[in-house]
């Protein structure tokens, strides 16, 4: 599933990020890269999202969440 999918407070790992090489430094310098945990703070329909990434909230527009590949997290027990 891509972030976009991604309910409010539900926790997901990234898995692959997809878009140029600008792009991947740009998210990659924000913590966004494979085997990141991501939670989403705001889910919209087709605005900007808001996660949680490493404990910092980062904005997100859809067009970028959409390039971004999770699974979700597994439950610590």
């Known amino acids: 599933m891509c972030l976009t999918h991604l ?3 539900q926790k997901a790992v990234v898995t692959a990020v997809s ?9 990659a310098s924000m ?3 494979s085997g990141t945990t991501v939670r989403m703070l705001k889910a919209r329909k087709k605005g900007p ?3 949680e990434c490493k404990g ?3 904005a997100l527009s859809y067009d970028i969440a ?10 610590v027990l």
């Open 7 to 9: 309910q409010e407070l």
């Open 19 to 27: 878009g140029n090489q600008e792009l991947l430094k740009r998210l």
């Open 31 to 33: 913590g966004l890269c």
């Open 49 to 51: 999202l808001l996660v």
């Open 56 to 58: 910092t909230y980062l």
């Open 66 to 75: 959409s390039r971004i590949r999770l699974e979700p997290a597994q439950a």
